[in-house]
């Protein structure tokens, strides 16, 4: 019940309060704020528990004892996101800053370009995206984030949408070509 003061209020609106305190050296403090209550005729009743409550022992031991956060862990950067303006092409998009990537690692088979068009601009049109160009030879080709982290080109190949482009080396190539396989 803390000093009282949410029983006061209460009753100074009209309402009806109870509260428990476990402190009883709190009772004093609770009296004298309900005090004049009881002058202006409200009904307040304070009972005195007899016995001192103990709590029962508790057989518990928690998995992990100390959760603090560590003030000197290392924090994520925070991630720049872009937003896709235009689909160009089934694997091309442009960007609000007017540039246009390429899907890194992807080729699209000629009779799943409609379908992969469709993805994109069902779920990449108007979405903030983050990009990771690993290579300095092709600035434009990029992996593609969605903003929950959903990786766009692998999502791409497992939904049978595209296939490993095998003839440019990047960083996730092999990746690819394992999720490509798992789809097969």
Do not use: C
Not at 43 to 48: D, F, L, S
Not at 53 to 79: F, G, I, M, Q
Not at 113 to 141: I, M
């Amino acid at each position: 019940m803390g000093s009282g003061t949410t029983a006061q209020v209460a009753l100074e609106l009209g309402r009806e309060a109870i509260g428990y305190e476990l402190n009883p050296d709190f009772l004093p403090l609770i009296e004298a704020r309900l005090a004049p209550l009881l002058a202006a005729g409200h009904e307040v009743k304070i009972h005195r528990r007899e016995e001192t409550l103990v709590p029962a022992p508790v057989d518990y031991v928690p998995a992990l004892p100390d959760l603090r956060p560590l003030s000197d862990a290392p924090r994520r950067k925070k991630r720049k996101l872009y937003r896709v303006t235009a689909v160009l092409g089934a694997r091309r998009l442009q960007l609000a800053d007017e540039r246009e990537i390429t899907l890194l690692g992807l080729a699209v088979p000629p009779e799943r370009v409609g379908e992969a068009e469709t993805y994109l601009e069902t779920y990449l049109l108007g979405k903030r995206v983050e990009l990771r160009t690993p290579l300095e030879s092709a600035p434009d080709a990029a992996y593609v984030y969605l903003k929950n982290r959903l990786f766009v080109n692998r999502k791409m190949i497992e939904m049978g949408l595209a296939e490993p482009e095998e003839t440019t080396e990047h960083p996730y190539r092999e990746k690819f070509r394992r999720a490509g396989e798992t789809r097969e």
